[in-house]
């Protein structure tokens, strides 16, 4: 199983950028998909999950009106769309597949992806 990640950067405060995980070697449409971020001397904590069909998501409160998380099932493809980014979102980005959407937000997924970094600056 690959999940890999891409469309990390640096950005200015206020700026977007649009997180991009490619799935192979698993069945994605049967997995619901995650977001982790990992700052700096901080834990990995979970960003926002999506259901396998799509047709529920979860954030938590930090990122709730600014970060949307969408799949393209036909493209075995999860994204994160983070807008009104703040220096407080830098972090390496973790996507991951779980069997269902509570093991994702009990932090235990069953595969992990790769990181990629999203710098934002003041």
């Known amino acids: 199983v690959q999940l890999q990640a891409s469309g990390g950067g640096l950005v200015q405060a206020g700026g977007s950028l649009r997180l991009s995980c490619a799935a192979s070697?698993?069945?994605?449409?049967?997995?619901?998909m995650g977001w982790f971020r990992q700052a700096p001397g901080k834990e990995r904590v979970l960003v926002g999950c999506?259901?396998?069909?799509?047709?529920?998501?979860y954030y938590t409160d930090s990122v709730k009106g600014r970060f949307t998380i969408s799949r393209d099932n036909a493209k075995n493809t999860v994204y994160l769309q983070m807008n009104i980014l703040k220096p407080e979102d830098t972090a390496v980005y973790y996507c991951?597949?779980?069997?269902?959407?509570?093991?994702?937000?009990?932090?235990?997924?069953?595969?992990w992806g790769q990181g990629t970094q999203v710098t934002v600056s003041s």
């Open positions: 991951a597949a779980g069997a269902s959407a509570p093991r994702l937000r009990f932090g235990d997924p069953d595969y």
């Open positions: 070697g698993l069945t994605f449409g049967s997995y619901a």
């Open positions: 999506i259901t396998w069909s799509g047709d529920s998501t």
